[in-house]
């Protein structure tokens, strides 16, 4: 029975990626920062173990809790929306904590297992705004680029020892909190200098009014499905609006 480990699994896609593996007969790993009671169903086969992907020593201690991975799923991350001229740098520098550093993090813990075993797999969670140019999200978008770059190379890295590499690209999701995280609880227009005001309004307009979004379970597929791939594919848009722009990109 196969083991996968999973970063954010509290809540919206890595919550819904837990599940989906557990249903699928693996053993789960689900990790939080925190330990909150109930947010998913623990079992013989389900832990929630905590780790925070900022705190070295979490990661260690997680991977020791966890024993063998065959697969880590990367899909911790904090969000960011507002102009990048309001954003402070030390909201930059949460982001790639976060978004860039933690991934890097995790999959550095986990690799001498991999290797020495001679299989496993990787995968990344980064977002579609990397299909497409986005307003308002300047840092969001940089530090999933990041891994995005991060991830090609190291899939080339790792092929000789039978280690795979996959990204995963999720659209926007509307049953996610990801517009409340983005801002830290507080509205948009925080990052918002009065300069940019209606532009940015404009932009949140016409988001809100798209005609495609991502579900939960579109992500959590699309991970199954790349951690089974099979063809060397390294990129995996999740969604239907994910998929449009990998299409027209």
Same mark, same amino acid.
């Given at each position: 029975m196969k083991t996968v480990l999973i970063t954010g699994a509290s809540s919206g896609y890595g919550r819904a990626i837990a599940r989906h593996f557990h249903s699928q007969g693996w053993n789960v790993i689900a990790t939080t920062r925190t330990r909150p009671a109930g947010?998913?169903?623990?079992s013989g086969r389900l832990r929630v173990v905590e780790l925070d992907v900022t705190e070295p020593e979490t990661i260690v201690a997680a991977f020791e809790a966890a024993g063998s991975v065959d697969v880590l799923v990367n899909n911790a991350g904090v969000p960011s929306i507002g102009v990048f001229e309001g954003t402070p740098m030390a909201r930059v520098r949460e982001v790639f904590e976060t978004n860039t550093f933690g991934v890097m993090a995790t999959t550095q813990a986990v690799l001498p297992q991999f290797r020495e075993r001679g299989s496993g797999v990787v995968v990344n969670v980064t977002s579609s705004v990397?299909?497409?140019?986005? %307003?308002?999200? $300047?840092?969001?978008?940089?530090?999933?680029?990041?891994?995005?770059?991060?991830?090609?190379?190291?899939?080339?890295?790792?092929?000789?020892?039978?280690?795979?590499?996959?990204?995963?690209?999720?659209?926007?999701?509307?049953?996610?909190?990801?517009? $409340?995280? $983005?801002?830290?609880?507080?509205?948009?227009?925080?990052?918002?200098?009065e300069p940019y005001a209606p532009w940015a309004k404009s932009v949140m307009h016409d988001f809100a009014s798209q005609d495609l979004y991502?579900?939960?379970?579109?992500?959590?597929?699309?991970?199954?499905?790349?951690v089974h791939d099979t063809t060397g594919l390294l990129r995996f %848009?999740?969604?239907?609006?994910?998929?449009r722009l990998a299409q027209a990109k």
């Open positions: 947010v998913l169903p623990e990397v299909l497409g140019h986005m %307003p308002l999200s $300047a840092v969001y978008k940089a530090s999933k680029m990041a891994v995005e770059g991060f991830s090609a190379s190291l899939a080339l890295e790792l092929a000789p020892f039978g280690v795979q590499v996959k990204v995963v690209e999720p659209g926007a999701c509307l049953t996610t909190n990801f517009a $409340a995280r $983005a801002t830290n609880g507080g509205p948009v227009d925080e990052l918002v200098p991502t579900k939960e379970s579109d992500v959590a597929e699309t991970v199954w499905r790349a %848009p999740a969604g239907a609006d994910a998929v």
